[in-house]
């Protein structure tokens, strides 16, 4: 049994796929250097020169493997060197993404975010080169995805530009595989879009929390579910940073809860969806201290200088000190935001589902006519 096959045989994939996989030898599309990121462990640098075997073992293994970081400006290999830009994406998780998108021979599939070109190849084998269309934001590794596709034979169309607006010269698709994560769905993919279609695509509205989300195209929108947990790079235009940034003490409000924030931390991604519905760009991190103190910190995506806030929970308390700053008051918007959530059964990620329209995301529970 080869490499391929071994791979095949681990993720267990339909027969469809498994002839995709036999068509495109994976080590064609990993660069002589990256960083092997296994899942659930420790990255470790490969090298084909130096270690050759180690190097043929993480290809075809199911480990994403870093290519890229800041943006071409750091080393792929250096954690240090700031954040990952681009990457091979691991076997397991890929080709999940492949099985959601299920499309049809012949079907006309348009990919957001070629990276090294290994997945643009295997719907090549899948549907055929000439009906994928693959756009990818990078120029510099739109030029070795072309050359990684041309050594394993084949030729999509590669567009080098920003995958918010797809390729319309292209549309309809039938498909649209998206690699990186994005904050919202962009409607352009939708217009691209046949009625019927499908997108599959890590939706990231908190950046930190991914949900792989298949969407079906109508005329007027899209609607679908999430299907478990997808941690992604952002789309480069949908970046945001994420800080919780203590400043203005002296302007904060101080008051207190009788609201546990460690409840509040425990309720999970479902509280996490109500919250970005009902509270949008909140985000919320937890904080343990050695001395069994434990405080949850609110802020706003991609507003550092924004309103923040802080409950702090201490053993033996009955109230929890609340500090808020800024126009908006976050710890009370999570507050009523888990109000909902505990109103409506406490739904977990399961109950939930994404409209996209023309207006923007909207998530709804258990029917798409129930918004939040």
């Known amino acids: 049994m080869n490499n391929n096959e071994e791979l095949a045989a681990s993720l267990d994939v339909g027969e469809k796929w498994l002839e995709a996989m036999r068509a495109v030898p994976r080590e064609l599309f990993v660069p002589d250097v990256g960083l092997a990121c296994p899942e659930g462990g420790a990255g470790y640098p490969i090298g084909r020169q130096a270690r050759p075997e180690e190097w043929l073992r993480a290809v075809y293994s199911d480990a994403a493997i870093i290519t890229q970081r800041e943006d071409g400006k750091g080393d792929p290999l250096k954690v240090s060197d700031g954040l990952a830009s681009s990457s091979i994406s691991a076997p397991g998780i890929a080709f999940r993404c492949l099985e959601l998108l299920a499309p049809r021979d012949h079907d006309r599939v348009l990919e957001v975010g070629t990276g090294t070109g290994y997945t643009a190849a295997v719907l090549s084998a899948r549907v055929g080169e000439k009906n994928v269309t693959t756009v990818e934001v990078d120029a510099g590794i739109a030029r070795q995805a072309a ?124 509280l996490q969806l109500a919250t970005v519905a009902l509270s949008p760009g909140l985000a919320y991190w937890e904080k343990h201290f050695d001395d069994g103190s434990f405080s949850l910190l609110l802020f706003m995506v991609g507003d550092p200088e924004g309103p923040w806030a802080v409950c ?42 994404l409209t996209v329209a023309p207006e923007g995301d909207r998530l709804w529970l258990d029917e798409p006519t129930r918004l939040v």
């Open 147 to 270: 050359a990684n596709l041309a050594g394993a034979g084949f030729a999509p169309t590669l567009i080098v530009g920003d995958g918010r607006a797809g390729f319309s010269d292209n549309a309809p698709y039938d498909r649209v595989h998206v690699t990186a994560a994005v904050a919202e769905v962009p409607f352009t993919w939708v217009e691209q879009t046949r009625p019927g279609g499908v997108i599959v695509a890590p939706w990231q509205p908190l950046r930190a929390h991914g949900l792989l989300t298949r969407l079906t195209t109508t005329r007027d929108g899209a609607y679908g579910r999430f299907h478990g947990p997808a941690g992604y790079m952002m789309l480069r235009s949908h970046r945001a940073e994420l800080v919780w940034r203590f400043r203005d003490e002296d302007d904060a409000d101080v008051t207190a809860t009788t609201l546990d924030p460690r409840t509040v931390f425990a309720a999970g991604p479902g």
């Open 312 to 353: 702090d929970w201490e053993p033996g308390h009955d109230h929890y000190e609340v500090t808020q700053y800024g126009e908006r008051r976050l710890w009370d918007e999570l507050e009523d935001a888990f109000e909902w959530w505990v109103r409506h059964d406490g739904p977990g990620v399961d109950r939930f589902g």
